[in-house]
């Protein structure tokens, strides 16, 4: 069963950059899709980016477009999200998630009973 865990959150300043990580076990990353999704508090959780299983064709939210970078590397079993220009309202708690393929061009949706890890937090403040 595909288990993953995120990492690498933490207290930034606005114009701050971070990377997170979410790290498979369980089963090889290399045939799923994964997504970023983050949840900030009182509002509903988002989809931020999504990269297919071969690493080529990514996908954004646009209120992150141009600052986020989402990429893999199989052989580790990871995903990275490199996070640059942080703003406050990138503020939330961050978790990966297996999503379908097609969120490259569906929008960034997690599967049905997806099981949420406990995520990372990120706080963007002064």
């Known amino acids: 069963q595909l288990q993953l865990v995120e990492s690498g959150g933490g207290l930034v300043q606005p114009g701050g950059s971070l990377t997170l990580s979410c790290v498979a076990s369980?089963?090889?990353?290399?045939?799923?899709?994964i997504g970023w999704f983050r949840q900030a508090p009182g509002k509903e959780r988002e989809g931020v980016s999504c990269?297919?299983?071969?690493?080529?064709?990514?996908n954004y939210a646009d209120s992150v477009k141009g600052r986020f970078a989402i990429s893999r590397d199989n052989a580790k079993n990871t995903v990275y999200l490199q996070m640059n220009s942080l703003k406050p309202e990138d503020t939330g708690v961050y978790y990966c998630?297996?999503?379908?393929?097609?969120?490259?061009?569906?929008?960034?949706?997690?599967?049905?009973?997806?099981?949420w890890g406990q995520g990372t937090q990120v706080t963007v403040s002064t």
């Open positions: 998630a297996p999503v379908s393929h097609s969120c490259t061009y569906e929008g960034i949706r997690p599967l049905p009973h997806t099981s």
């Open positions: 369980g089963v090889s990353l290399d045939v799923y899709a």
């Open positions: 990269i297919r299983a071969a690493g080529i064709y990514t």
